[in-house]
């Protein structure tokens, strides 16, 4: 059974600081991994989505690598703004599925000024 | 940019009670979601639908859960006797293809069953 796991649960920066977040799932066999931004009460917002042929992938402040074998991934945001204070989630579609999405508890993020 | 729209954003309901939750996907989307957070907890899957069949659900959703598409833009879905256990945020999601693509999600509507 796929567990998808983040850590930490919660972190604070002084803004300007580049943010690393981790995700960490026990099954490798990935069709796919994707990370959201959720604000409070708010959707989900879909922020890189890497295929599981992919080790990389970007979009502009955004980075997000994946290895697979080792059953991890990782969220970079360069240059952190207080703008980007918010909960991160990862989340992967295992290939026995049909497009079902298992996420993490995620991290929540405050970027101080 | 298209997105994914749902309404109601919030509905009260009693115990016991059918409430019909409704999400308008990306119109040319193929793939259809419902998920839902319970306060605290993470993001949990309930179905996914394709080409007008349930294609995947979760222990979740059991016989009081139904899904829809009426018609060529809406995608609904139904719980029929509500439970307090079922108070939630209840996304709505949409992807072009079931594995390739990314999965865009709605807004949320916040169920509350008193």
């Known amino acids: 059974k796929q567990e998808v796991t983040q850590i930490p649960a919660a972190l604070s920066v002084p803004e300007g600081e580049n943010l690393v977040l981790n995700c960490s799932f026990t099954d490798s066999a990935i069709y796919n991994l994707q990370w959201f931004r959720q604000d409070p009460g708010k959707g989900l917002t879909s922020l890189l989505l890497?295929?599981?042929?992919?080790r990389e992938q970007t979009s502009g402040r955004l980075n997000a690598s994946l290895d697979k074998s080792s059953g991890r991934s990782t969220l970079y945001i360069a240059a952190s703004q207080p703008g980007d204070s918010a909960t991160y989630l990862c989340a992967v579609r295992t290939t026995d599925s049909w497009g079902k999405l298992q996420f993490g508890a995620g991290t929540q993020v405050v970027v101080t000024p | 940019e298209p997105e994914v729209t749902q309404t109601p954003s919030h509905q009260v309901t009693q115990m016991g009670q059918e409430v019909i939750l409704r999400c308008v996907p990306i119109s040319n989307h193929l793939y259809f979601y419902w998920y839902r957070q319970i306060l605290g907890q993470k993001v949990e899957f309930l179905v996914s639908?394709?080409?007008?069949?349930?294609?995947?659900k979760s222990e979740i959703f059991d016989d009081q859960f139904s899904v829809e598409r009426p018609d060529g833009s809406n995608f609904t879905l139904k719980i029929r006797s509500t439970k307090l256990e079922d108070s939630a945020m209840y996304f709505c999601?949409?992807?072009?293809?079931?594995?390739?693509?990314?999965?865009?999600f709605g807004p949320g509507t916040r169920l509350t069953v008193l």
């Open positions: 639908f394709y080409n007008n069949e349930i294609s995947e």
């Open positions: 999601a949409s992807s072009g293809t079931s594995g390739g693509t990314e999965q865009f």
């Open positions: 890497i295929q599981s042929s992919q």
